[in-house]
């Protein structure tokens, strides 16, 4: 009996240490998690140093989708020396961030482990900054300048004294539609995968943003144009959940401001995660991208003039014969300049061929990113875009995964 007693209680010690010690380890976690000490290699460093701004307080900002965070602050002596060290966020997205002394700032981007280093003098830290780190910070600085100059101009146009109220407000207009312009141009089509396109997108200009995802039409398409590179590129991160919602809400919104579409079949304004568009077939009928919805469609840019356009054609048909059946369409978007060329190539071929005559210079063809041909994008059931051509591996067994 005490033998037995002796051994619960033991076993009551033993339960008691290994609580203490599952207790002790939490408390650990904790602290390391409050305090921030993760290891050296799963940090990212911003320094630098702002000269002439000694006492000043230079503050480190998150931008999230809910607004500015503050992450750290220094007050800087008069080396004006600063070194962040911070803890990267869990999403695989870039991340934005600002430093600030007052109402001047510095945007830049975070998309690895990189290091930002900054170098700025106080009275011009917002437009005579350097930045290394990384190409998409130092593009965003360019767009910055010139929204700055921007600001500057409307400020020249208020004290003219020789334009009218009517004259002002027209040279306004025309001022943010060049800046407009320019940012779709050289920022958004020219490269819509990267953070410096997403940065163009969320530009304000009067406290308004620049463009409007919520009912211009044109606008839409290139927040579309960048959702659609940040799903193939960020699948699951917020910002990319956020790219492609306010997309769809704007696609949905913009067509429902087309009574014609809406009379035909109100049913087929749906929600969808890719650019649409449609172009003519070779019997002069217009199909869509977003008229197979409950297709797997292989979107295929080409040119049937090219060398190896027959024995491209000839691998699709064996994977149109394979998987047809059971799901997949091929549309395929033809950039030949001769017409009549392409009517003939394409006269047999089963699936959808449509042509574009404007070739690589069509707005369609530009906001998904197409530079060289052929090139293909896989878009999932309810035009769900999944890879281009370059991120799969094997084809036949992404389609098969799709179906």
Known sequence: MR?????TTN????????????????????FLTMVGCSPAGERFHVNGHITEAEDSTLLLEAMTLTGVRAVDSVRLTSAGDFDFAIVPDTSSAPEFYR?????????????????????????RMATAYEIEGNDASRTMKTISLLNIQLQQQFAQL?????????????????????????????????DPASAAAYFALFQTVGGQMLFNPESDKSDVQYFAAVATQWEILYPGALRTQNLRNIAIRGLRNTRQARPVELQIDGEKVKEIGIIDFGFKDIRGQERRLSDFPENVILLDFTAYSLPASQQRNIQLREIYSKYHRRGLEIYQVSLDTDEHYWKTMCDQLPWVCVHCPEGFGNDMVRLYGVEAIPSYFLIG??????ARGEDIPDIEKAIEAEL
């Open 3 to 7: 033998k037995r007693r002796a051994q």
């Open 11 to 30: 076993q009551a010690i033993m339960r008691g240490v290994i609580a203490m010690a599952l207790i002790v380890l939490l408390v650990c976690y904790l």
């Open 99 to 123: 430093l600030r002394i007052g109402s001047q700032v510095i945007n830049f981007v975070v998309d690895s482990l990189e290091d930002i280093r900054v170098e700025a003098p106080f009275a």
């Open 158 to 190: 208020d004290k003219d004294a020789t334009l009218s109220a009517l004259e002002k407000v027209d040279r306004a207009r025309s001022l943010v539609d060049s800046y407009k312009q320019t940012l779709k141009r050289e920022y958004i089509l020219a």
């Open 381 to 386: 059931r309810g035009s769900n875009m999944k």
